[in-house]
């Protein structure tokens, strides 16, 4: 299965995506009470936008903004609405979306083409590792896209390596679907019971919610970790609940492809503009197809940098690289800016680091102030000061770094009521104790 589209030429796609444009324009003016209003205060005639271009002249949109304002985005009656998903707020509480009939088939489009781009075919078997309840959009998602592709699924959820196993064991998958970095509790248990991973059914992963790659496209340190231990293909991908669409890696695997029928993506800087060519920018999405919830120009907070020459695959759609770091996470720490993702990797180099949390604060001088707890196997073999080197030699700054109990992290990781484990969480205008 594949989505056409993205095998046209550059113009084509463009011209596609500007009738398409025209089409979400029409239907948020006539159905949307946030965009509705967004264009009569700011004068805006929807018949004013002929091109992709045009999307300059409209104000963006962010997470705040859905959420004070949530039940206004909302096109249609509830009584049309099937689905009910939520996702984090940056004000506390969460943020609902409100999928109708129509959202999910395009829900169930959208992972079946994602799949099919990183090589799942019809009659594979694959193993979901990730939770479908707790009106989470992910395990939904691909558990539509597979049955729409046609391949088998094992819904396993997410968590406990021994069930993990045992179901390899009895149902044979070629494909998991799960977080990387819980691969490597699979390879624990693995070698605690004297069998090699290798030997398994299991030839490919698609990784959901870290990144595997580092900003040149090449495997992290957490992937090269799992790939030292089990030889698989492992798939990068960028997805949101926001946009209910996923970028997924090809064979060629440089970057996840664009779906252009059903995302406009646009790149932006800290001023709204577009970035140059090379540049790092604020991915802003435009929802195209969507019936509950449309989203116009929507910044994602995730900075990310953009490519886009064909890609050997045939693909001429564009595709993005890792997230390297989300616009509200920059750090300005002993006059170095930095971004969560370059401290994750230094920690994720260490075999003898089982857990650990990054906390971002504010020191009583009004600066940011960086505080790492960190679980170690052996508090007695120098790895603390190892880690203290690693980040004096690769970032030039040292945060301050201390070894807790592994209980105590993993309980912090899981605070505000969290769904999933943070490995980062921001306390900013917060000091750290």
Request: hydrophobic content about 35%; proline content about 5%; overall charge neutral.
């Amino acid at each position: 299965m594949k989505s056409a589209i993205e095998f046209k030429s550059h113009t084509e796609i463009e011209h596609f995506q500007i009738e398409a444009l025209k089409e979400a324009l029409q239907y948020l003016n006539d159905f949307s009470p946030y965009y509705k209003d967004l264009f009569l205060k700011n004068g805006l005639q929807i018949n004013q936008f002929q091109t992709i271009q045009d999307l300059k002249k409209i104000p963006t949109t962010n997470k705040e903004d859905l959420q004070k304002h949530n039940s206004q985005f909302l096109c249609v009656p509830k009584s049309e609405i099937t689905d009910y998903v939520t996702t984090s707020g940056t004000l506390g509480s969460p943020v609902t979306f409100a999928m109708t009939d129509s959202d999910l088939d395009r829900l169930a489009y959208n992972e079946a083409i994602s799949l099919a781009c990183s090589g799942i075919v019809k009659g594979d078997v694959i193993q979901l590792m990730t939770t479908m309840d707790r009106r989470f959009m992910a395990g939904l998602a691909y558990f539509l896209g597979i049955r729409k592709l046609g391949a088998s699924i094992v819904r396993v959820g997410s968590g406990v390596p021994e069930l993990q196993w045992d179901s390899i064991n009895k149902f044979q998958p070629k494909y998991l679907i799960c977080v990387p970095s819980f691969l490597l509790k699979m390879i624990e248990f693995a070698q605690s019971h004297n069998f090699n991973p290798n030997h398994s059914s299991v030839q490919g992963v698609i990784c959901i919610g870290e990144p595997i790659r580092n900003k040149d496209l090449g495997y992290n340190t957490l992937a090269e970790k799992i790939l030292k231990h089990w030889n698989l293909k492992l798939y990068s991908t960028y997805a949101s609940t926001e946009m209910a669409t996923a970028f997924n890696e090809c064979e060629a695997q440089i970057g996840g492809h664009l779906h252009p029928e059903l995302l406009i993506a646009e790149f932006l800087d800290a001023n709204g503009n577009e970035v140059g060519e090379d540049e790092i920018g604020e991915l802003t999405i435009t929802t195209l197809g969507t019936k509950g919830m449309p989203l116009l120009r929507f910044r994602t907070g995730d900075l990310m940098k953009a490519y886009k020459e064909p890609c050997p695959c045939g693909r001429n759609s564009l595709r993005v690289g890792p997230v390297l770091g989300r616009t509200k996470q920059m750090i300005k720490y002993k006059g170095t800016t930095l971004y969560p993702p370059a401290i994750q990797d230094i920690l994720n180099h260490y075999e003898g680091l089982t857990t650990y949390l990054i906390e971002i604060g504010t020191n009583d001088i009004g600066t940011d102030e960086i505080k790492i707890k960190i679980a170690v196997c052996d508090p007695e073999s120098g790895i603390l000061e190892s880690i203290k080197n690693s980040f004096k030699a690769k970032l030039r700054v040292t945060p301050k770094i201390e070894i807790f109990d592994f209980d105590y992290i993993e309980t912090l990781k899981f605070q505000n009521g969290s769904r999933k484990p943070q490995a980062v969480i921001d306390l900013r205008n917060t000091q750290l104790p």
